[in-house]
């Protein structure tokens, strides 16, 4: 006669939560807030926007059927000339943030000591205030009367006041000044972690400070870089208030472009049009931008590679 | 001209000081390395051994002193024009090269041609046996192989000095007897002059020409052999640091003619006096080291021995080739003995709370001063 074997006592099924998912489920309920959250307030808006670009409407607001006249409106020479130029400015946005990041990052990282995390408050501080603050700040030292023109005058550089405001130079100056912070950060939390005994074995191993520089910090922290640069570049592409406070009538980028067709009468399918059109050449840069960032990694990386 | 090597390779330090901040780290240290030779500095952690040796590779600046390469000072030299190398403790291989490239890296900088380092990276990687891994990062290879790939990248470039820092530290032991063994046979191939920095004494002892131990402060204790620094120590730390020892403390009489040293409550020792040292006069304090293994312990009486005490067997410890036994002397005073398990059925079994006697020959004593 065969022995049954008791390994375990019945037991009787309750209810739980914890029934309702398996282990495999925990990411996905810990990711659903942040589903709904996007779909509701990106995605949804994302497909309206889209549509309203293809619907064909009447003057009352009627369904008329899908159309891509929008599209074909918005494509002209004028347009594209002002995306382009918005992404030139972007990019030497996110090229002169990075060229004052670095420096600053590495200072931070490796020569704060003890006053690192007091630098850092010092640096998020005017985050606090509001944006249009920093913009009166930046008035009162451009102005005619300004400091900066005041300074340049008793110092004898310049003869009479330079118009510093509303030109090129103020809208570039505001924007690397409101968009370094997203560049200082990546390149500051990973040289933070930086093993300084890489820097030790480089120079043992005969590698001179600029070589160390090259083949060693920079390939390290490029992830970091490359971040910092996606931080600046896409919000800057379509940054509009500060070409807008800035640089006067004559600035025009493709946020003001967005700005005053989605405000403007019966012009808003124009805007969503122009949107998506600036969006898919804005990922096409992008694109570039990654590939030209794998290509310097490649670059700087070992010979085998 | 002609190089001599035999020179070239050899490291010295002249009243050389380090302090961080207000500490001395190092203090006055002299000491002559000789060309081609495997010298270990054996001290206790931070004792200031690293430091010496990071002042050696140039990433520390001296406070004053001189360091000779040969017969070049290079005090003041950058890391990278010193011919020394260092294995990090950590290996700091780079993350983002591979074998290859980090093997290569000191050859890419010096911007040597690509077939010379190819020919080069892999004849050494070859000879290290890591050329299977020539592809991976540092993350994918063991500790073992990170070791070498360390050691590889250290050697490629041919150094006149190579520096080690407790490189097998981070290694389980077994590897790490197999890596002391291939340490001793590199060393012998290439005649570069290792500097091995260690806290372990049975590494240093294992495999150094000479070694030096420094003292909590920084000082050097004593510079010899494996032999002469186990055997005769100088002072109680040496003693003490490297090896286990007994350590009996009393005063010195009779010097000329059968010494003795007389302890307050264990009676008299014979001694022997090779040679008289400065410090020894009639009735001066003493101490003498007396090496577990040196003493022989037995139940019974035992003739032919210049010196006998009884104890009490406190505790065994069974260590496999030999047996540890603690023993509790009349005035309490511990004492450890090392026997040797030489038998599989030994004549006499000694128990806990047995009463022995040890013995010891007088020659194999060392005196010591305080």
Redesign the interface.
């Known amino acids: 006669m065969e022995e049954t074997v008791i390994t375990s006592l019945p037991r009787r099924k309750r209810f739980s939560l914890g029934s309702l998912f398996t282990k495999k489920d925990i990411p996905f309920a810990i990711g659903c807030p942040a589903l709904v959250w996007h779909s509701l307030f990106f995605y949804l808006p994302l497909l309206i926007m889209i549509l309203s670009s293809v619907f064909d409407l009447s003057e009352s607001g009627s369904f008329q059927g899908f159309t891509l006249k929008h599209f074909l409106a918005v494509q002209n020479v004028a347009h594209f000339r002002i995306i382009f130029k918005s992404i030139g400015i972007a990019f030497l946005t996110a090229i002169l943030c990075f060229v004052i990041a670095f420096p600053c990052a590495y200072f931070l990282a490796f020569k704060g000591g003890r006053y690192k995390t007091l630098l850092l408050f010092f640096l998020i501080v005017p985050f606090w205030t509001n944006f249009l603050l920093h913009v009166c700040a930046w008035f009162f030292v451009l102005e005619r009367n300004g400091f900066l023109n005041n300074l340049l005058l008793s110092l004898n550089l310049i003869g009479e006041p330079i118009h510093f405001l509303n030109s090129f130079f103020a809208i570039i100056l505001m924007m690397v000044y409101h968009y370094l912070l997203f560049m200082i950060l990546p390149i500051y939390s990973s040289l933070e972690k930086f093993n300084l005994f890489l820097f030790e074995a480089s120079s043992d191993l005969g590698a001179t400070k600029l070589q160390t520089f090259k083949r060693i910090l920079l390939p390290l922290t490029l992830p970091a870089i490359r971040l910092g640069f996606l931080l600046v570049y896409i919000p800057a592409f379509g940054e509009f208030v500060i070409p807008e406070l800035m640089g006067g009538d004559k600035a025009y980028y493709a946020g003001n472009v967005v700005s005053q067709y989605v405000l403007g009468n019966y012009t808003a399918p124009l805007g969503a049009a122009f949107t998506l059109m600036g969006a898919c050449i804005l990922m096409v840069s992008i694109g570039l931008l990654l590939w030209i960032f794998k290509r310097i990694s490649k670059s700087l990386g070992g010979l085998s590679v | 001209m002609t190089k001599n090597k035999d020179t070239l390779r050899s490291i010295k330090l002249v009243n050389l000081s380090k302090s961080i901040g207000e500490a001395s780290v190092i203090n006055q240290v002299n000491l002559h390395i000789p060309s081609g030779e495997f010298f270990a500095l054996l001290g206790p952690s931070g004792c200031g051994k690293t430091t010496l040796l990071r002042l050696i590779?140039?990433?520390e600046n001296a406070n004053s002193g001189k360091i000779y390469l040969g017969n070049t000072d290079i005090t003041d030299l950058?890391?990278?024009k010193r011919s020394?190398?260092?294995v990090?403790q950590?290996y700091?291989?780079?993350?983002?090269?591979?074998v290859?490239?980090?093997v290569?890296?000191?050859l890419?900088?010096?911007k040597k041609g690509?077939e010379e380092?190819?020919k080069r990276v892999l004849k050494i990687l070859k000879a290290f046996h890591i050329e299977e891994h020539?592809?991976k990062f540092p993350a994918q290879l063991s500790g073992g192989q990170q070791q070498r790939v360390a050691l590889a990248?250290?050697i490629i470039?041919e150094p006149d000095v190579l520096l080690l820092d407790e490189p097998l530290a981070a290694l389980d032991f077994k590897l790490r007897e197999k890596m002391l063994i291939e340490l001793i046979e590199l060393q012998d191939k290439l005649k570069t002059t290792f500097i091995y920095v260690t806290h372990d004494q049975f590494e240093a002892l294992t495999l150094a020409d000479h070694m030096a131990i420094m003292n909590h402060a920084g000082d050097i204790e004593q510079i010899g052999t494996p032999k002469e620094i186990y055997e005769f120590p100088i002072s109680s730390f040496v003693a003490k640091f490297v090896g286990t020892t007994n350590i009996l403390q009393g005063t010195l009489h009779n010097l000329d003619a059968e010494p003795f040293m007389e302890t307050p409550n264990l009676g008299k020792f014979h001694i022997d006096i090779p040679h008289k040292k400065a410090w020894m006069y009639e009735g001066c304090d003493m101490s003498m080291s007396i090496r577990p293994e040196k003493i022989f312990i037995s139940k019974k009486p035992v003739q032919n021995f210049s010196n006998t005490l009884r104890g009490i067997v406190s505790s065994i410890v069974y260590h496999g080739r030999s047996t540890q036994y603690n023993l509790l002397l009349q005035d309490q005073t511990k004492l450890q003995v090392f026997e040797q398990n030489e038998e599989h059925f030994p004549q006499e079994t000694i128990d806990y709370d047995d009463e022995v006697y040890l013995y010891w020959q007088k020659e194999n004593v060392v005196l010591l001063e305080k």
């Open positions: 590779a140039g990433f950058p890391p990278h020394v190398n260092i990090f950590n700091a291989l780079f993350p983002h090269l591979n290859f490239d980090n290569a890296y000191s890419v900088v010096q690509k380092i190819e020539i592809f990248r250290a470039n």
